[in-house]
C-alpha cells in the first residue's frame, strides 16, 4: 500500500507562488507517474500536470504551462508542483495521484488512471 501526503499549500496573494510537495512511502516510488489535480467548490477535479516515471516527460495543463513546474525527487519519494504567479482562478484543494508503470514515457491525465491518491491541501489565492 503507498501512502503520499501532500504540503505546502496556503494562502497566498495573487502573483505570488507556494511549492507544493507530495511525499510517498514505499520503495517503488521510482516506477510510478506522479500527478497532482485540483477541486474547486463545486467543479470537477481536474488534472493540473504530470510526470513520468524517470521523470523524463512532463504534460501541464493549458491554462498553468508557463507558471506551474512538476518535477520529481525519487531520492527523497516525493513530487513537486512550484506554482509561481498564482491567480485566484487557482484557489483549490490540490492532490497528489499515482499508480505503478512499466512504460517510461507514459503520464495519464485521467483521475480514474490513479490508484493511490492524497488527502489534499488547501491553495487560497486572495486578488
Known amino acids: 500500500q503507498v501512502q503520499l501526503l501532500e504540503s505546502g499549500g496556503g494562502l497566498v496573494q495573487a502573483g505570488g507562488s507556494l511549492r507544493l510537495s507530495c511525499a510517498a512511502s514505499?520503495?517503488?516510488?521510482?516506477?510510478?507517474?506522479m500527478a497532482w489535480f485540483r477541486q474547486a467548490p463545486g467543479k470537477e477535479r481536474e488534472f493540473v500536470a504530470g510526470i513520468s516515471r524517470g521523470g523524463g516527460r512532463t504534460y501541464t495543463k493549458d491554462s498553468v504551462k508557463g507558471r506551474f513546474t512538476i518535477s520529481r525527487d525519487d531520492a527523497k519519494n516525493t513530487v513537486y508542483l512550484q506554482m509561481n504567479s498564482l491567480k485566484p482562478e487557482d484557489t483549490a484543494v490540490y492532490y497528489c495521484?499515482?499508480?505503478?508503470?512499466?512504460?517510461?514515457?507514459?503520464?495519464?491525465?485521467?483521475?480514474?488512471?490513479?490508484?493511490?491518491w492524497g488527502q489534499g491541501t488547501q491553495v487560497t489565492v486572495s486578488s
Open positions: 514505499g520503495r517503488t516510488f521510482s516506477s510510478y507517474p
Open positions: 495521484a499515482g499508480r505503478l508503470a512499466a512504460s517510461t514515457g507514459w503520464v495519464p491525465v485521467a483521475s480514474q488512471e490513479y490508484d493511490y
